[in-house]
């Protein structure tokens, strides 16, 4: 193994062993790229110096580890760049935003939208890829190696995987108690190093995609079929299911958040459950799984895939499914029916000019189903609610109430009460569209309607330096899974299907979750099978047989 240090080169270009690239890149990675990490690192050590010192030496082993094993003889600028930029881009959104670069947050990111992704990236994005990914990536490209033969070679890279293994294994052994704690008890830590952390994440997700590359479909609620007060409603059955995006319950004044955020909703005759949680803190995964029979501890990609879903149960009972999207599709809820995307056409006067409408864009489609409808259906209406960081786009400008509010997607620009109240903006026009869909439905006396709206999860505005949402779920916080939940039936709804609007009222300062709404909507529409929970069936308990 050679270690020479640089010498010049014919132009002036060093020449540098590839011990010594590989060791000032690591270096540098962990020294620059790693600002969130270093601030947990003495967090977590506060008061122990030495032993947080000797903890960030065995992650420059580590980070040393990993790149003598992949920045391999050819390989070696190519992965180094590669790494680099990697950084400089994950480093970006972790340190300025506070997001965690883990699986979910990768499948998020491979899931989602030009219309969406756009909004992330901004000019400081570009500066910050620039000066710590480009000009960085450069100089590796830029200097020259020395290399020794293959054999040499072989033997100096052996040697320093080795010596890497062993230094990050001798490190820890200093204090192992202390540090398996810390790494068992603070899982952030280690989820903040750049590229290491986002490195694992999209490992995991490349093997949840091939293990569930093969996945066979598993029938839900084979039994399904009408209870005697569906199969004898006189008027088609309407169940609308909003799917909200990013709202958060803290900012709901149904909820007792100060602001008057929801003005529209408290005139009309809803339930508000105020103490929902949701799924996940991401749609990729939030979304299914609130569809899904599953559970939150027992939900996961696969099991989301490989099990029908409501949708499905309520078609084998004979209820016609639609799905509308304003937002980054439906995540393979509705792989096996027809999903509408929402565009400009719809709705012209509630889109841009760059193709992103706000919700009102349903209103007038769902009004023409209402009127032409003429067997049981449910619609659901995948919202873009409040999904930042691009707050103002989501509402109508005529529509803003909290002034002055952030118009920029570069949030550390903006003051915390701008972005709170541009934030309330988006749920102030939710509250808006959710009281139109409810006056729209009421209005139309050839369905039996009813309405179940909940948000896929919540948001962070900046408390705790965190911003948006998909924090990993075991450190997120409540900001990002207390979700806002709302059921409205009409009074020939809770006619028709027998459901007392009061005894489910009694329930709605319960806690409940996503878990709720496979069994809860089967119940409310007299779906009979032995798929759905009693247990989590909101409407068990509610319902007059004699209708």
Not at 96 to 103: A, K, M
Not at 264 to 285: N, P, V
Not at 401 to 415: G, Q, R
Not at 422 to 448: E, G, K, M, P
Request: aromatic fraction near 10%.
């Amino acid at each position: 193994m050679s270690v020479t240090m640089p010498i010049s080169a014919p132009g002036n270009r060093p020449v540098l062993s590839p011990f010594v690239l590989n060791v000032l890149v690591a270096t540098y990675l962990i020294a620059v790229c790693n600002t969130t990490f270093w601030g947990h690192l003495f967090r977590i050590f506060d008061g122990q110096p030495i032993a947080a010192w000797v903890f960030a030496g065995a992650v420059w082993a580590l980070m040393l580890l990993v790149t003598s094993l992949l920045a391999v003889r050819r390989a070696q600028k190519p992965v180094l760049v590669l790494l680099i930029l990697i950084a400089a881009v994950t480093s970006f959104y972790m340190d300025t935003l506070g997001v965690v670069i883990d699986r979910e947050m990768i499948q998020n990111a491979v899931t989602t939208t030009m219309a969406e992704g756009k909004h992330l990236i901004t000019p400081q994005f570009l500066i910050h890829v620039g000066l710590y990914g480009v000009i960085p990536a450069a100089l590796v490209i830029w200097v020259q190696i020395r290399r020794a033969t293959v054999w040499r070679g072989l033997a100096g890279w052996a040697l320093v995987t080795a010596g890497s293994a062993a230094l990050v294994v001798g490190l820890l052994f200093t204090n192992l108690k202390s540090y398996s704690t810390v790494l068992r008890a603070d899982k952030e830590l280690m989820g903040s190093v750049q590229p290491l952390a986002p490195m694992t994440g999209a490992l995991k997700y490349a093997k949840m995609m091939f293990k569930s590359a093969n996945i066979v479909l598993v029938q839900t609620g084979t039994d399904a079929k009408p209870g005697p007060l569906l199969a004898a409603a006189k008027k088609p059955v309407l169940m609308v299911i909003v799917a909200g995006e990013t709202g958060r319950a803290m900012n709901w004044s149904l909820g007792g958040y100060a602001r008057d955020t929801n003005p529209e909703l408290a005139k009309r005759d809803i339930l508000y459950f105020a103490q929902a949680s949701s799924c996940g803190t991401a749609t990729a995964t939030s979304l299914p799984c609130m569809f899904s029979p599953l559970t939150r501890e027992q939900y996961s990609y696969e099991g989301g895939l490989s099990n029908e879903n409501l949708l499905d149960v309520l078609a084998r009972v004979g209820f016609k499914v639609e799905w509308w999207d304003n937002q980054t599709g439906d995540k393979a809820v509705a792989a096996r029916f027809q999903p509408r995307f929402m565009v400009t056409e719809d709705a012209p006067e509630h889109c841009q000019n760059g193709g992103e409408c706000n919700d009102a864009v349903f209103l007038q489609r769902l009004a023409d189903l209402a009127d032409t409808m003429t067997e049981n259906t449910v619609v659901v209406l995948h919202t873009i609610g409040s999904h930042g960081p691009s707050y103002w786009l989501r509402y109508p400008p005529e529509r803003e109430v909290f002034t002055p509010a952030c118009k920029t997607p570069e949030l550390t620009e903006c003051s915390t009460e701008e972005i709170v109240n541009a934030y309330d903006n988006t749920i102030a026009f939710t509250d808006y569209f959710l009281a139109q869909v409810i006056d729209q439905l009421a209005a139309d006396d050839r369905v039996i309607p009813a309405m179940y709206y909940v948000s896929d999860h919540g948001e962070s505005l900046g408390e705790g330096g965190i911003y948006l949402h998909g924090t990993p779920y075991f450190m997120a916080p409540e900001f990002q899974t207390h979700v806002p939940m709302v059921i409205w039936m009409s009074k020939a709804f809770q006619a028709a299907l027998g459901l007392d609007q009061g005894c489910l009222g009694a329930k709605a300062g319960d806690e409940v979750s996503h878990d709720n709404m496979f069994s809860t909507i089967l119940g409310m529409m007299d779906v009979t099978t032995t798929a759905r929970d009693e247990g989590l069936d909101l409407a068990a308990g509610c319902r007059n047989l004699a209708g």
